[in-house]
């Protein structure tokens, strides 16, 4: 399920959206999308939560750390870290004792969380949006996207944002029937974030096998 996970979790933050049909949903994503776009750094607290077609359900929490100008990123969570200091990424199975070290893609068009908040610049067709109402975040905005590409796993994604034209949360529903959903918690920008937090360290991890893939 982490790895799993994992390929979701970036996948929800990739993308980039080639404006289509609903004007209004496009003048939104543009107004969030330009308001990214000015975020050096951005620190999120963030909630997943998987349910499969047979009603399983699984959910986790982490932390993401993004250095947008380096191309350098953070994710924590429970069971996996995945470090990248621009060059190599590192995915670190906490139950596995693992780390994995594969090159970086910097290249723009891969999935990857250098993506993060700004997945809608091409690649999906608008849907419908319309307001909804959540009991902590209060109105939000709801915009519907579908892959261009029919080979794409997934159906659907609902982007919700709120009322400061942040993203709220994430829905993606896969054609298996499937729908994980990330939400973001908390959200800090343009705070300065030590180099180091982009930095594999081996004593961090003892006793871990390394395994380079690169």
Same mark, same amino acid.
């Given at each position: 399920?982490m790895?799993?996970?994992?390929?979701v979790?970036?996948?929800l933050?990739?993308?980039?959206?080639?404006?289509?049909?609903n004007?209004?949903?496009?003048?939104?994503?543009?107004?969030?999308?330009?308001?990214?776009?000015?975020?050096?750094?951005?620190?999120?607290?963030?909630?997943?939560?998987?349910?499969?077609?047979?009603?399983?359900?699984?959910?986790?929490?982490?932390?993401?750390?993004?250095?947008?100008? @380096?191309?350098?990123?953070?994710? #924590?969570?429970?069971? %996996?870290?995945?470090?990248?200091? =621009? +060059?190599? *990424?590192?995915?670190? $199975?906490?139950?596995?004792?693992?780390?994995?070290?594969?090159?970086?893609?910097?290249?723009?068009?891969?999935?990857?969380?250098?993506?993060?908040?700004?997945?809608?610049? @091409?690649?999906?067709?608008?849907? #419908?949006?319309?307001? %909804?109402?959540?009991?902590?975040? =209060? +109105?939000? *905005?709801?915009?519907? $996207?579908?892959?261009?590409?029919?080979?794409?796993?997934?159906?659907?994604?609902?982007?919700?944002?709120?009322?400061?034209?942040?993203?709220?949360?994430?829905?993606?529903?896969d054609?298996?029937?499937?729908?994980?959903?990330?939400?973001?918690?908390?959200?800090?920008?343009?705070?300065p974030?030590?180099?180091?937090?982009?930095?594999?360290?081996?004593?961090?991890?003892?006793?871990f096998e390394?395994?380079?893939?690169?």
């Amino acid at each position: 399920m982490m790895m799993r996970f994992m390929y979701v979790f970036v996948a929800l933050f990739s993308a980039t959206l080639a404006f289509g049909q609903n004007g209004s949903a496009k003048k939104i994503l543009d107004e969030v999308s330009q308001k990214y776009d000015g975020y050096k750094t951005i620190q999120s607290e963030f909630t997943f939560k998987a349910t499969q077609a047979n009603g399983e359900n699984y959910t986790d929490k982490g932390k993401l750390f993004l250095n947008k100008p @380096s191309n350098q990123y953070k994710i #924590s969570l429970a069971a %996996q870290d995945l470090i990248s200091d =621009g +060059k190599s *990424t590192w995915s670190v $199975l906490k139950e596995d004792k693992e780390v994995q070290v594969s090159e970086a893609d910097n290249s723009g068009q891969a999935i990857g969380p250098n993506n993060i908040f700004t997945f809608y610049k @091409s690649g999906y067709k608008f849907g #419908s949006s319309s307001n %909804q109402s959540d009991a902590a975040a =209060g +109105k939000l *905005t709801a915009i519907d $996207l579908t892959p261009e590409d029919a080979k794409s796993n997934y159906s659907k994604i609902q982007v919700r944002i709120n009322k400061n034209k942040h993203i709220h949360d994430v829905t993606i529903f896969d054609k298996s029937g499937a729908k994980y959903t990330y939400t973001i918690n908390g959200l800090y920008v343009n705070s300065p974030i030590a180099s180091s937090t982009f930095q594999f360290n081996k004593g961090n991890y003892p006793g871990f096998e390394v395994v380079d893939l690169r």
